[in-house]
């Protein structure tokens, strides 16, 4: 079966210093998003992206964050300067048409330290 | 150590019994919902999803519920086994995200 993948897994960084969080949606999936989810909270939209722009975002998604399909295959997440409460589990997801259900990576996790 | 964060309401559940999850979603335009499982460590896998034109649809072993008037969507899960041990989440779909709800913690107790 088709898999999102995230890499890596587990990223720890220093406050302030820049992280990139790297997924391989779906190979023929068109619309690609991230979502972050606090340690037992909900899962939040941060973003989503097609037709290589963001098509929406979030009020999470401040200045600090950037998305990027560098080439045909990889969407990534920039964090600019990380603050502690960058701290969560990092989902990339990606679906074949909008509003339909999306696949979910196994995340990443970030801490912040 | 000190747990932080949302307490997620608990269901625990003899293996073989039926399961029923509930969830209150807010935003009455939201127009498709999709229930997913997360086990722990893992992302959101999807279970099953259901359109506002209906009020219920079934998959293997899962079942559905929407009601509209209420704002209430259900998740039922026959003859509940260990593996479906897991949090669960519903999400509403309102434009180009999905919002998700807190989600509940089910425990199938062997």
């Known amino acids: 079966e088709p898999e999102v993948t995230q890499t890596p897994s587990h990223q720890v960084t220093q406050m302030g210093q820049e992280v990139i969080l790297r997924c391989v949606p779906i190979?023929?999936?068109?619309?690609f998003y991230w979502y972050r989810q606090i340690l037992g909270q909900k899962v939040e939209f941060l973003v989503s992206?097609?037709?290589?722009?963001?098509?929406?975002k979030s009020e999470i998604f401040d200045d600090q964050f950037s998305v990027e399909r560098p080439d045909g295959s990889n969407f990534t997440l920039k964090i600019r300067s990380t603050k502690l409460e960058d701290s969560a589990m990092y989902f990339c997801?990606?679906?074949?048409?909008?509003?339909?259900?999306?696949?979910f990576g196994s995340g990443t996790r970030l801490t912040v330290v | 150590g000190e747990s932080v964060g949302l307490h997620l309401p608990t269901l625990s559940v003899q293996e073989g019994d039926n399961s029923i999850i509930n969830c209150a979603y807010s935003?009455?335009?939201?127009?498709?919902f999709i229930w997913y499982k997360q086990e722990s460590g893992k992302g959101p896998q999807f279970i099953i999803d259901?359109?506002?034109?209906?009020d219920k649809r079934q998959g293997q072993r899962v079942t559905v519920l929407l009601n509209k008037t209420v704002k209430h969507l259900s998740l039922q899960i026959a003859a509940t086994q260990p593996g479906d041990s897991a949090v669960y989440f519903c999400?509403?779909?309102?434009?180009?995200?999905?919002?998700f709800g807190t989600g509940t913690s089910l425990t199938v107790i062997p």
């Open positions: 997801a990606s679906s074949e048409i909008q509003q339909n259900g999306y696949t």
């Open positions: 190979s023929n999936h068109l619309y």
């Open positions: 992206f097609y037709n290589n722009e963001i098509s929406e």
């Open positions: 935003n009455s335009a939201s127009d498709y």
């Open positions: 259901i359109r506002s034109n209906m």
């Open positions: 999400a509403e779909n309102t434009g180009n995200q999905f919002y």
